[in-house]
């Protein structure tokens, strides 16, 4: 988790289905669908009606509407970085068992100068970890039909113990935009 140089971008543009599912279950390979629900209708009708059944049930947010969405395919032993993320966020898990490690907010775990250049987006989501910050933490091992979401701007990292099919998505809420605001 302290070795960010690990993540290696490739193009399998040349590649069918069947040899991508081969890599993502012998190798070390991340598979992102960005915008699914741009891409899909149903997709983008199931995550509003989501949105807004939370919105109803949420009397501390406000206005909550679905930000993105990617779909997630990797393969065991991946990991997500730690990092924190300008949008609140939520990861629907549906296949396979991962880890996270939600860390709490504070100025040694993410300083607010970092914070401020993530929302402005002077720089990308990642922050400088420790394998110490993991005594902070709190974790959790999702099975598929697992939901996790954690306080806006969160620092957290996932590993993937097993083949993983999720889904993230982001929301904005009234509250979460003027927070954001504040910070840029």
């Not at 081969?22 to 983008?44: L, S, T």
């Not at 924190?84 to 860390?103: I, R, T």
């Not at 907010?105 to 400088?128: F, M, T, W």
């Amino acid at each position: 988790p302290e070795d960010y140089t690990d993540w290696k971008g490739v193009h399998i543009a040349d590649s069918n289905g069947a040899e991508i599912m081969e890599a993502v279950h012998k190798g070390r390979f991340w598979i992102n669908i960005i915008n699914i629900d741009k891409a899909d209708k149903r997709c983008a009708d199931i995550l509003q009606r989501i949105y807004s059944n939370i919105s109803k049930n949420s009397s501390h947010l406000t206005d909550i509407k679905s930000g993105y969405s990617t779909l997630i395919i990797s393969s065991p032993g991946i990991q997500v970085y730690y990092h924190l993320d300008a949008e609140a966020n939520m990861l629907w898990h549906l296949k396979g068992q991962k880890q996270v490690w939600v860390y709490p907010k504070s100025e040694e775990l993410s300083p607010q100068n970092e914070l401020e250049k993530v929302i402005a987006q002077e720089k990308d989501e990642d922050l400088p970890f420790k394998k110490s910050f993991d005594d902070a933490a709190e974790t959790f091992v999702l099975e598929g039909g697992d939901v996790l979401t954690w306080p806006i701007h969160s620092p957290h990292r996932v590993e993937n113990l097993t083949v993983n099919v999720s889904l993230t998505s982001s929301y904005y809420s009234n509250e979460n935009r003027l927070l954001n605001a504040v910070h840029c």
